[in-house]
């Protein structure tokens, strides 16, 4: 009888035991019962063992967020308000009402902060445990080189994994066992990362004495600090083909309504402000009226909807202001330098001092090249836009009969009149064409900044300089001026500092203008004769 009951327990054991695993550790239990007694040598042993369930269990603990269900462990992360097994990946729907929590004194807590430095290895955020393995690759030692093996081992996402196998990398850099060391040299030179920086310079120190490791140490952080100029010069060129066309956006129509009619047009810049309002209007009637799935939507309608606001508006001030003004540059520029002041206190008014548009969802991240060198698809979107844009101007100056005439009175107003050219209609619709280009350069905006109702500002200045270098009027002089200022501006604030590159920036074109007064393609308009 005996035997039988023996017998009896021991098939019971077999399938209870896979159902308490963890959860029935000694050492978790003394710490889920706030055992003071044996509290302290179970948490020795829980920073001991360094599992991964451990390391998540001592996270919880550390921020304050270690609930139980009677013998269970249980955390919950932020963002969530769901219980979930701290030595499981999957929730099995506790009751909330059997749910409490541990709560252990500061000196409990501190008892597990040998195991702080792993706590970012099992954030839900991709990029945290990134962080957390890049701090291991300098303050790693060889006794965490186990669990970073254990992690790569669960690791799903490619990014994480790549960075934990840096960090194995920069661990083996201080073994003992040369052929480790020689090994992980060898996968820090194919990498070329910055990261390992620090750990190579390290090593190269620890091993002064033995020239050849040094010496490979060094001309390894030699070709990365190689690849980081490379990078950066990239990432600069990038910037300044993109602030290049922003400028162009803005510019294009400035230099279409100076070439036409002589107008210092100071109020440029708030038909872009009102082109980013335009969208951001857009942005909140398509939250109101429309489904949330039909939201990325809005951008896409805001870029018309921002040349057709700007371009109204425009055609209104050039009715009642702007006709009177033609060929007295000085007027033009004390008038507008009026309007411009009213229309940002009228939309500091309405909308107040900031507001902002949120980036539609297919405009988020950017294409990574190579390591450190990430393409935002919001920058390669203004960039395509601009282009677009450019191609459509090109096409209405030089492929239509609006076009035509409107080249034909920038070149010579009187004789246009006299074949029949309706020139006063001309002057308004130019007007109107410049200022929705400008609408759809705040509608650009957005997407690298807030609204704001000075923001037209910011780049009526450097408009102006695009205008004068590149040649008024002119569209080729206008593309290589805005590109050729736009790059400049950010390879001087490379090498000097932003305000003094600024500086330099307008010392050259100074120069230039000493030289080139009418700007890289003169204008041939009637205002050219004026000299």
């Not at 005996?2 to 695993?21: G, Q, R, T």
């Not at 390391?55 to 308000?81: H, M, P, S, V």
């Not at 073994?175 to 920086?197: C, N, P, T, Y």
Request: glycine share 8%; hydrophobic share 50%.
């Amino acid at each position: 009888m005996l035997k039988k009951i023996l017998l009896l327990l021991m098939v019971m054991l077999a399938f209870v035991k896979p159902i308490f695993s963890m959860e029935q550790d000694s050492c978790i239990q003394i710490i889920l019962q706030k055992d003071k007694v044996s509290f302290d040598e179970a948490a020795h042993q829980i920073c001991e063992r360094k599992s991964i369930g451990d390391i998540r269990f001592a996270a919880a603990i550390l921020e304050k967020r270690l609930y139980k269900n009677q013998t269970i462990a249980l955390t919950k992360y932020k963002g969530n308000d769901d219980y979930v097994p701290v030595f499981s990946t999957t929730s099995t729907g506790f009751s909330k009402d059997r749910i409490q929590e541990v709560k252990l004194s500061r000196k409990q807590r501190l008892a597990f902060s040998s195991l702080s430095k792993y706590c970012n290895l099992i954030s839900a955020k991709p990029e945290v445990r990134i962080m957390g393995y890049q701090l291991l690759i300098s303050k790693g030692m060889l006794s965490d080189a186990p669990i970073v093996n254990a992690f790569i081992k669960e690791e799903l996402d490619e990014k994480v994994r790549l960075s934990a196998q840096s960090a194995l990398m920069g661990i083996m850099l201080r073994s003992d066992d040369l052929r480790d060391q020689d090994e992980a040299l060898l996968q820090m030179a194919k990498s070329r990362s910055g990261i390992f920086v620090n750990a190579l310079k390290d090593y190269a120190e620890l091993n002064a004495e033995d020239a050849g490791r040094a010496e490979k140490a060094n001309s390894i952080i030699r070709y990365i600090h190689r690849k980081e100029v490379f990078v950066n010069f990239i990432q600069n060129l990038f910037s300044g083909i993109s602030l290049g066309s922003i400028l162009l956006l803005v510019a294009l129509g400035l230099s279409i309504i100076y070439g036409l009619g002589g107008v210092i047009n100071m109020s440029h810049g708030e038909f872009v402000m009102i082109g980013a309002y335009t969208t951001f209007c857009m942005q909140q009637i398509f939250i109101a009226a429309f489904p949330p799935v039909w939201f990325d939507f809005f951008y896409i309608m805001s870029i018309p909807f921002a040349f057709i606001t700007s371009g109204l508006m425009g055609l209104l001030i050039e009715r009642l202001i702007i006709k009177h003004l033609y060929g007295r540059p000085l007027e033009s520029l004390l008038a507008t330098w009026g309007v411009s002041l009213m229309l940002i206190q009228l939309c500091r008014t309405i909308f107040g001092d900031v507001t902002a548009v949120k980036a539609p969802s297919f405009l988020n991240g950017g294409i990574e090249v190579i390591e450190g060198l990430m393409l935002p698809y919001n920058r390669l979107f203004i960039i395509g836009l601009t282009a677009f844009m450019v191609v459509i101007t090109y096409l209405v100056f030089n492929k239509s009969r609006l076009g035509l005439k409107i080249r034909s009175v920038t070149q010579n107003r009187n004789m246009s009149s006299c074949v029949g050219i309706n020139t006063k209609q001309i002057d308004s619709l130019t007007f109107m064409l410049g200022s929705g280009l400008a609408g759809v350069a705040g509608c650009a905006m957005t997407l690298i900044g807030n609204v704001v109702p000075d923001m037209g500002q910011t780049f009526i200045v450097d408009s102006f300089l695009v205008v004068v270098t590149g040649g008024v009027g002119k569209l080729v002089g206008t593309i290589v001026s805005a590109m050729g200022i736009g790059v400049l501006s950010k390879i001087f604030e490379f090498f000097f500092q932003a305000v003094y590159g600024k500086v330099v920036m307008l010392g050259i074109i100074i120069i230039f203008l000493q030289f080139k007064p009418k700007g890289l393609f003169p204008d041939k308009g009637r205002h050219s004769d004026d000299d």
